[in-house]
Nanobody, 125 residues
Framework: VQLQASGGGLVQAGGSPRLSCAAS????????MAWFRQAPGKEREFVAA????????LYADSVKGRFTISRDNAQNTLYLQTNSLKPEDTALYFC???????????????????WGQGTLVTSPA
């Protein structure tokens, strides 16, 4: 499985970039995918999770109500629509995938087997 993230850039506060994660090497069905982010000098943190089969979503409190995770099944692509971007959203955003049953939980980075290279979102203060 290969994951290619894109859509980041320099965005004014309040902006709404859409991040994309194109997957190849597998057609997802009952798998799990998620977005994590890592700000400079901080640990990687959970942003949002998506269950490919039943469309179930889960969000970190910090982005709930502002970000939306979704998929395009035909394109085998995961999205993260961001809204009302804040300076504290500045980070390298990673998409990730888990094939098979969950082990420790969707909000844990250790749950996931495959990681993309990340796309940088910068929202200056």
């Amino acid at each position: 499985v290969q994951l290619q993230a894109s859509g980041g850039g320099l965005v004014q506060a309040g902006g709404s970039p859409r991040l994309s994660c194109a997957a190849s090497g597998r057609t997802f069905s009952s798998d799990y995918m998620a977005w994590f982010r890592q700000a400079p000098g901080k640990e990687r943190e959970f942003v949002a999770a998506f269950t490919w089969g039943n469309l179930n979503t889960l969000y970190a409190d910090s982005v709930k109500g502002r970000f939306t995770i979704s998929r395009d099944n035909a394109q085998n692509t995961l999205y993260l629509q961001t809204n009302s971007l804040k300076p504290e959203d500045t980070a390298l955003y990673f998409c990730t995938a888990r094939v098979g049953n969950l082990r420790v939980g969707r909000t844990s980075a250790s749950e996931y087997d495959y990681w993309g290279q990340g796309t940088l979102v910068t929202s200056p203060a």
